[in-house]
């Protein structure tokens, strides 16, 4: 029997759960290039693609457990063992023996991360935006510590993997560790702005953004001159219109259609922007804590319009505004007031 390789860490990290995930992406040039295709006889064949598939909905994702009584079943030969054991050594061809008791591909493994990640990384921005649209409260720091431990592993096995790349955007302590100046520049240019300014736009629609379609869209209007801080405080604006007409969602339009109109040139204040009033220092702390472009778009929309009363108190003129304030941890020193 071949001895397998044992390696002290798992490839995957404990939390990884795909199973409600229907789609696993094949590497369809890796697997027709690979000895296991190469080498397997039919039976062994199925038996090694049937465990890739079932490692994809086990707990890690790509893992599968070290016990032949349990990989004979995965495999599809019921209580066969003897059967199994012929193939066992093909059908197992590649899989790494780590000390948590488990089996990992590295190859399922890499694409189980990349879907991994990106289904946190939707998780905070779907969060946030739900948190910042209606005012609520949201910790991100179990995704945080989700996307800390899955990062690492992902970049071992393909340094140039898309979701590292995600992560290196969002200047995650991981995407630092071996990062030139070139690279920290690159976060800083323009075009990484502009896709981030994009993600705040994606995340504060309340409509379907349209994927793709609302991109272009939202490059287009860029490539025209208009600001993202104007987009999104449009955007801001038309959001409480809506919501005191109690538009139907049905009745929104799609983000990409409301791009492609330019809309935010309807939801422009008729009144040049009421400067704020208070501290220079609490409107710095809102712009460090949600960033430049979103930031901005919030202080028009929320902080500006309010009114200051020393020593440390906000005066909003909506229960919105007012919930907005309190949403975030920047003004939690300060007293929030709604006072119509």
């Known amino acids: 029997m071949e001895e397998r390789t044992v390696t002290t860490h798992p490839l995957m990290p404990a939390d990884c759960d795909l199973r409600d995930s229907k789609f696993m992406p094949m590497y369809v040039q890796a697997l027709l290039n690979s ?38 079943t995965l495999a599809g030969f019921g209580r066969d063992l003897k059967r199994w054991k012929k193939v066992r050594d093909k059908a197992l061809r590649g899989w790494i023996a780590c000390d948590d008791g488990r089996l990992y591909h590295p190859l399922i493994a890499e694409a189980a991360l990349e879907a991994w990640i990106s289904r946190l990384l939707s998780r905070v921005t779907s969060a946030a935006g739900h948190a910042r649209r209606w005012g609520t409260a949201f910790d991100p720091a179990l995704i945080e510590a989700s996307l800390t431990r899955a990062g690492p592993l992902l970049k071992a ?25 070139a690279e920290a520049e690159a976060e800083d240019s323009p075009e990484s702005g ?8 994606r995340a504060a629609y309340p409509s379907g953004h349209g994927g793709a379609a609302a991109g272009r869209a939202w490059a287009l209007a860029l490539a025209e001159g208009h600001d993202p801080a104007t987009i999104l405080s449009g955007l801001e604006i038309a959001k409480g219109r809506w919501r005191k007409a109690q538009t139907p969602p049905r009745f929104i339009p799609l983000a990409v259609n409301w791009l492609d109109r330019r809309a935010w ?13 208070g501290p ?38 909506t229960a919105v505004a007012a919930g907005k304030l309190r949403a975030l941890h920047s003004l939690k020193p300060y007293r929030i007031i709604l006072r119509r």
Not at 55 to 67: E, K, N
Not at 265 to 276: Q, S
Request: charged share 25%.
């Open 35 to 72: 000895g296991f295709n190469a080498m397997m006889d039919d039976t062994a064949w199925r038996a090694g693609v049937t465990l890739w598939l079932k490692a994809w909905h086990q707990v890690p994702a790509a893992s599968l457990p070290d016990r032949d009584e349990d990989l004979c």
């Open 157 to 181: 096995l393909n340094p140039q993997a898309e979701a590292v790349r995600k992560l290196e955007r969002r200047k995650m302590p991981v995407a630092c560790q071996g990062k030139g100046e």
């Open 194 to 201: 502009r896709e981030r300014a994009f993600d705040m736009f």
């Open 265 to 277: 040139l309807n939801f422009a204040p008729d009144a040049p922007p009421k400067p704020w009033a």
């Open 280 to 317: 220079a220092a609490v409107r710095d702390a809102v712009l460090a804590e949600l960033g430049p472009v979103e930031g901005e778009a919030f202080a028009r929309s929320y902080l500006d319009p309010a009114a200051w009363e020393a020593p440390a108190s906000l005066i909003a003129r």
